[in-house]
């Protein structure tokens, strides 16, 4: 019953983000579904492991970087390049993780944001000669038609871009709902207890770590494709809190939180925007007064009125104490 | 037929500079429950943390069934065989308590929660509730059920019945006693009631030092334990 309620949920929400198509742009719905992809690796990071990180622009560069290389410099399809984006994130996470998940939630923000300072300069400036520097690398042209699903045409990259947020929300609810997700969540709890039991921190630390980023580095190949354009803009510090906000706002540790929180943010932004110069102040300003009133974010403050409401039962926890 | 499961040969442990423990020799067989007493801050659970591997002795052994444990890792030490419970009662509490069941099993790779159900039947109605959602009796079995998967060879046990109400700690000491025939035990506790009724050995502890040890049970009494308090 547990299940089908949640893939009943799962099936409404993609299939609603389906039907928003038609009312809303395109630019805007595609945007919404790479974001919360951009966003699901922040949330497992946050919600499941404890660990805040203000680097994901990083990961999202490296993730867009060597899609756009592969598209760039050697092939045309659009698939591969994707493919390969996400391995460049998989491997720089695996070169990385070590290092980084030794660390504390603090001190793990700084250095990830640190990080995001690095791989900005080092694709502006550095590595001018393969990156184009802020020109940035273009290749929109380069990108070959592909059967079936042709990702140069934008409403089928929607439709992809959709299966495939699906597809990844579908694994992160499979990983919280395994034993590994309830490993994640006690070493956030407390780290020395799972020891007691025979478990490695490290260990359940770095697969989390590896496997958010490279969700953030599949989000980068995404864009990549989408726009057929890569500039360091996309590592920048300045949008370093972006992912962090959009988990916050959805609401910390729930599935639908990335989903919500995409929609709530790139919906601000773009409404806005159009309204007022300076949006970000007044989404500042929301964003204050959101974590004041519902400080579970909205899909954390709207769920258990909805299930309520939807199911009339009450869950066993609500019960209390026999 | 019993035999030295667990030994601690001049077992020496500081924090910094502070010195803890002194020269610490104790052992415990197979089968056997043995218990340290002693007043708050002489060094009970530091020598549990000590034994466990969360805290790097400065000197001395730690020895489980013929390895040795000192230098080994907290996580490897529990793998093992010899799972520490710490006093605190922290569960996970944001898991069920079948999640937090589920994390021992894995861990252990034993699956088999009759023995657990066996111990404490009240954990069979609350498997769906959240860790964190019960009283203090039904984490401790919890605690202590998630511990026993796996048949660990010996478990550490801190204040097991701090804070519990009567009922909770007199179904403990039996549960205890049926545990010991597969998983020996060495407890800090201080009530000594519970200690003299369920104890083979006791260890006085006292400014990080063993002053006596109580070998049989006819020696362990709550007079002859309180002498060294």
Known sequence: MNALRWWWGILLTFALLGIARVFLPLPFMNEVVIFSIYAMGCNFLIGRVGYISFGQPAYLAFGAYACAFYLFYFGTNPYVGILVGVLGGLIVSLLIGPLFVRLRSDYFAMVNLALAVIVFYLTQKVLVGITHGDNGLWFLTRISSTPLLDLTIPSHFFIFSLLLAALVWAFYKYLDDSIYGACCLATKINENKLQFLGYHNFSIRLLAFVIANSTTALAGAM????LGFVSPEMASPSRAADPVIVTILGGVGTLFGPIVGAIAYTGM???????IGNWELFIGFLLVFIMLVADKGIWGSLAPVLEKWLFRRKSPDSRGHD | MSREILSVKGLNAAYGEAKVLFDID????TGQIVACVGRNGAGKTTLLKSIAGFLKPTSGSVTADNTLLSGMKSYDVAKFGVKYI???????FDLTVRENLELGSYATKDYNWDQVIAYFPKLRLLME?????????ERQMLMIGRAILGRPKVLLIDEPTEGL???IVAQLKSTFREISLKTSLLIVEQNLPLVCAIADKVYAVKDGRIVAELGDKESISVAACERYL
């Open chain 2, 165 to 167: 109400a009567p009922g």
């Open chain 2, 26 to 29: 104790m052992s415990v067989n």
């Open chain 1, 223 to 226: 864009y990549a494709v989408y």
């Open chain 1, 269 to 275: 932004k773009d409404v806005i925007s159009k309204l």
């Open chain 2, 86 to 92: 710490p006093q605190d009662k922290k569960v996970f």
């Open chain 2, 129 to 137: 509730r959240k860790a964190g959602h019960l009283s203090g009796g």
